[in-house]
């Protein structure tokens, strides 16, 4: 096989591995079954118990997908052991990474939470059963950069929105691309300003 051959083999195994561990994120959020009591996509979610449920179940799915990690690490191994190859390196490059990336933390004294942390989950569910008025009528919704007061446009947590598993009418092959580089992290930092 020639190098150029060799080149795209290893690449393409390589994106094949750390694309695999991210799949059930991308598509199982999406079924419509999953999708009940979510509001559209772009526009801002409600903090309700059905954003609740969701963010627990996608936190469920980013911290088992290291398990999707494993398949390409493990078949990776198994055809580097039988014949040294590129799709094999590629492979195995792929799931090692993504397994290392579900596995070290982001800092030093805390374990691997992904972008949907228990203790984001509560802070959640603590403005949603708050009786702290910011205004007359409260109506928490979470926007991109920010939980906000949709009334009063107060800033209730500076926190931005991670992927809530929303389907995403027309974005195609570039929107499933950002999603599978963003692995469920916001694109945007969180809001620090009001």
Same mark, same amino acid.
């Given at each position: 096989?020639?190098?150029? @051959?060799?080149?795209?083999?290893?690449?393409? &195994?390589?994106?094949?591995?750390?694309?695999?561990?991210?799949?059930?994120?991308?598509?199982?959020? +999406?079924?419509?079954?999953?999708?009940?009591?979510?509001?559209? $996509?772009? @526009?801002?979610?409600?903090?309700? /118990?059905?954003?609740? *449920?969701?963010?627990?179940?996608?936190?469920? !799915? =980013?911290?088992?997908?290291?398990?999707?990690?494993? !398949?390409?690490? @493990? !078949?990776?191994?198994?055809?580097?052991?039988?014949?040294?190859?590129?799709?094999?390196?590629?492979?195995?490059?792929?799931?090692?990474?993504?397994?290392?990336? +579900?596995?070290?933390? /982001?800092?030093?004294?805390?374990?691997?939470?992904?972008? $949907?942390?228990?203790?984001?989950?509560?802070?959640?569910?603590? !403005?949603?059963? &708050?009786?702290?008025? %910011? %205004?007359?009528?409260?109506?928490?919704? =979470?926007?991109? /950069?920010?939980?906000? %007061?949709?009334? %009063?446009?107060?800033?209730?947590?500076? /926190?931005?929105?991670?992927?809530?598993?929303?389907?995403?009418?027309?974005?195609?092959? &570039?929107?499933?691309?950002?999603? *599978?580089?963003?692995?469920?992290?916001?694109?945007?930092?969180?809001?620090?300003?009001?």
């Amino acid at each position: 096989m020639s190098l150029l @051959g060799t080149v795209i083999l290893f690449t393409c &195994s390589l994106l094949v591995g750390i694309a695999l561990p991210r799949l059930p994120l991308l598509i199982i959020p +999406r079924f419509p079954v999953m999708e009940s009591g979510m509001h559209p $996509y772009p @526009g801002p979610q409600p903090l309700d /118990e059905h954003l609740i *449920l969701q963010l627990m179940m996608l936190r469920r !799915l =980013w911290r088992l997908s290291f398990l999707f990690a494993l !398949l390409p690490l @493990g !078949l990776g191994l198994l055809v580097l052991w039988q014949q040294p190859s590129a799709f094999g390196f590629g492979l195995f490059l792929g799931g090692g990474w993504s397994l290392l990336a +579900r596995t070290i933390p /982001e800092s030093s004294s805390t374990l691997p939470s992904g972008p $949907y942390s228990m203790a984001l989950i509560h802070e959640l569910h603590r !403005l949603r059963d &708050s009786d702290d008025p %910011c %205004c007359a009528a409260k109506e928490p919704c =979470w926007e991109v /950069e920010a939980v906000r %007061c949709a009334n %009063c446009r107060t800033v209730l947590l500076a /926190e931005a929105r991670p992927d809530l598993g929303r389907s995403r009418p027309g974005s195609g092959l &570039s929107g499933m691309f950002r999603l *599978l580089l963003l692995d469920g992290h916001s694109l945007f930092e969180s809001d620090a300003e009001d």
